[in-house]
Protein backbone atom coordinates (compact mmCIF):
# COMPACT_ATOMS: atom_id res chain seq x y z
CA UNK A 1 0.00 0.00 0.00
CA UNK A 2 1.25 3.52 -0.70
CA UNK A 3 0.31 6.80 1.49
CA UNK A 4 1.01 9.88 0.66
CA UNK A 5 1.09 12.97 3.42
CA UNK A 6 -0.07 16.49 2.07
CA UNK A 7 -1.18 19.65 3.49
CA UNK A 8 2.01 20.64 5.85
CA UNK A 9 3.25 24.16 5.59
CA UNK A 10 4.14 27.53 7.75
CA UNK A 11 1.35 29.01 10.38
CA UNK A 12 1.00 31.14 12.77
CA UNK A 13 0.83 29.97 16.56
CA UNK A 14 -3.22 29.60 16.92
CA UNK A 15 -3.65 28.87 12.90
CA UNK A 16 -5.00 25.93 11.38
CA UNK A 17 -3.76 23.26 8.71
CA UNK A 18 -5.20 20.05 7.56
CA UNK A 19 -3.71 17.42 6.53
CA UNK A 20 -4.54 14.42 4.23
CA UNK A 21 -3.43 11.16 4.02
CA UNK A 22 -4.16 9.56 0.56
CA UNK A 23 -4.02 5.49 0.41
CA UNK A 24 -3.41 3.37 -2.50
CA UNK A 25 -6.49 1.33 -1.82
CA UNK A 26 -9.26 1.49 0.25
CA UNK A 27 -9.08 2.37 4.04
CA UNK A 28 -11.65 0.32 4.98
CA UNK A 29 -8.84 -2.53 4.51
CA UNK A 30 -6.97 -1.32 7.40
CA UNK A 31 -7.47 -2.05 10.76
CA UNK A 32 -5.96 1.06 11.76
CA UNK A 33 -4.89 4.14 10.42
CA UNK A 34 -2.96 6.87 12.46
CA UNK A 35 -1.11 10.58 12.22
CA UNK A 36 3.08 10.47 13.67
CA UNK A 37 4.76 13.31 14.34
CA UNK A 38 8.82 13.72 14.71
CA UNK A 39 10.40 16.71 15.86
CA UNK A 40 14.09 17.16 14.99
CA UNK A 41 15.81 15.15 17.95
CA UNK A 42 13.34 13.92 19.11
CA UNK A 43 11.05 10.51 18.91
CA UNK A 44 8.49 10.02 16.80
CA UNK A 45 5.08 10.05 18.71
CA UNK A 46 1.31 8.63 18.29
CA UNK A 47 -0.80 12.09 17.46
CA UNK A 48 -4.12 10.33 16.39
CA UNK A 49 -5.59 7.12 15.17
CA UNK A 50 -8.91 6.27 13.36
CA UNK A 51 -10.34 2.59 13.37
CA UNK A 52 -11.65 0.32 10.61
CA UNK A 53 -14.94 1.04 12.92
CA UNK A 54 -14.13 4.55 13.19
CA UNK A 55 -13.17 4.80 16.56
CA UNK A 56 -10.62 7.76 17.00
CA UNK A 57 -7.97 8.68 19.75
CA UNK A 58 -6.00 10.96 20.31
CA UNK A 59 -2.74 11.96 22.50
CA UNK A 60 -3.21 13.83 25.40
CA UNK A 61 -0.86 17.13 23.92
CA UNK A 62 -3.63 17.48 21.04
CA UNK A 63 -6.85 16.55 22.42
CA UNK A 64 -9.79 19.06 22.13
CA UNK A 65 -7.39 20.86 19.24
CA UNK A 66 -7.19 17.87 16.52
CA UNK A 67 -9.43 15.87 14.94
CA UNK A 68 -8.77 12.70 13.20
CA UNK A 69 -11.44 11.91 10.43
CA UNK A 70 -11.78 10.08 7.31
CA UNK A 71 -13.21 10.01 3.24
CA UNK A 72 -14.16 6.25 2.61
CA UNK A 73 -15.32 7.86 -0.87
CA UNK A 74 -11.59 9.44 -1.57
CA UNK A 75 -9.44 7.02 0.17
CA UNK A 76 -8.47 9.47 3.05
CA UNK A 77 -7.37 10.20 6.25
CA UNK A 78 -7.80 13.42 7.29
CA UNK A 79 -6.17 15.42 10.58
CA UNK A 80 -7.16 19.16 11.00
CA UNK A 81 -5.26 20.88 13.47
CA UNK A 82 -6.43 23.25 15.14
CA UNK A 83 -5.06 26.26 18.07
CA UNK A 84 -1.86 25.30 16.79
CA UNK A 85 1.62 25.99 18.83
CA UNK A 86 4.87 26.15 18.54
CA UNK A 87 4.95 22.85 20.35
CA UNK A 88 3.15 21.22 17.30
CA UNK A 89 6.33 21.79 14.75
CA UNK A 90 7.14 18.49 13.17
CA UNK A 91 6.80 16.03 10.26
CA UNK A 92 3.83 14.50 10.40
CA UNK A 93 3.23 10.80 9.09
CA UNK A 94 0.33 8.71 8.55
CA UNK A 95 0.53 4.53 9.19
CA UNK A 96 -1.40 2.22 8.11
CA UNK A 97 -1.90 -1.13 10.11
CA UNK A 98 -3.49 -4.23 8.77
CA UNK A 99 -3.11 -7.48 10.31
CA UNK A 100 -0.26 -5.94 12.54
CA UNK A 101 1.59 -5.00 9.65
CA UNK A 102 2.52 -1.33 9.23
CA UNK A 103 3.01 0.77 6.45
CA UNK A 104 4.16 4.23 6.07
CA UNK A 105 3.51 7.36 4.18
CA UNK A 106 6.14 9.75 3.80
CA UNK A 107 5.95 12.88 6.01
CA UNK A 108 4.59 16.78 5.52
CA UNK A 109 6.40 19.26 7.06
CA UNK A 110 4.11 21.65 9.35
CA UNK A 111 6.12 24.45 11.22
CA UNK A 112 3.98 27.49 13.85
CA UNK A 113 6.35 29.86 14.24
CA UNK A 114 5.64 33.82 14.57
Known amino acids: VQLQASGGGLVRPGGSLRLSCAAS????????VGWYRQAPGKQRDLVAV???????SYADSVKGRFTISRDNAKNTVYLQMNSLKVEDTAVYLC?????????WGQGTLVTVSS
Open 95 to 103: KSVLKGLGS
Open 25 to 32: RSILTFDV
Open 50 to 56: ITHGGST
